[in-house]
């Protein structure tokens, strides 16, 4: 077993420029850093939480575009301190909310698309505290909107 952490991840975009301003202007994020590298042409921008922690990394190149979203896949999940606030913080910045406001027991989530199509699912609560029903019990997606 590796002993470490799982520090940022790393998503394709098809327009840099598009897709830090969507993580800047709904998220917060500031550029910590950016590699530009030859042969092949590849971008690669950091992207720090207002910590300064490192969270995200976009990358882009003419060679490999970005993939298709999974439909109802959020690769990346937010935790914030109110639902209400996220929403109004996501309209504001001029996006819309994909799905959402919904609640599951203690935990309120919305969903927002970013401009590749990506969901990220934003937070609020304790998702630790959701239960589910007994294990081999299959029940009804509650946003099967979202599934194609």
Do not use: C, W
Not at 33 to 59: K, Q, S
Request: hydrophobic letters at 40%.
């Amino acid at each position: 077993m590796i002993k470490g952490k799982i520090t940022n991840m790393k998503l394709v975009v098809s327009d840099l420029e598009r897709s830090l301003d969507f993580y800047k202007s709904v998220f917060g994020l500031e550029v910590g850093a950016r590699l530009d590298f030859t042969g092949p042409d590849v971008t690669e921008v950091m992207l720090d939480g207002p910590d300064g922690t490192r969270i995200l990394v976009l990358l882009h190149s003419d060679l490999m575009p970005a993939p298709k979203p999974i439909p109802g896949y959020a690769p990346l999940v937010v935790q914030v301190d109110d639902i209400a606030t996220a929403k109004s913080g996501i309209e504001k910045a001029g996006y819309e909310v994909a799905v959402g406001p919904l609640e599951f027991g203690p935990v309120g989530i919305v969903m927002v698309a970013d401009p590749d199509g990506y969901l990220i699912e934003i937070v609020a609560g304790d998702p630790n505290a959701v239960q589910g029903p007994p294990a081999g019990t299959k029940i009804p997606h509650p946003i099967p909107q979202i599934h194609g």
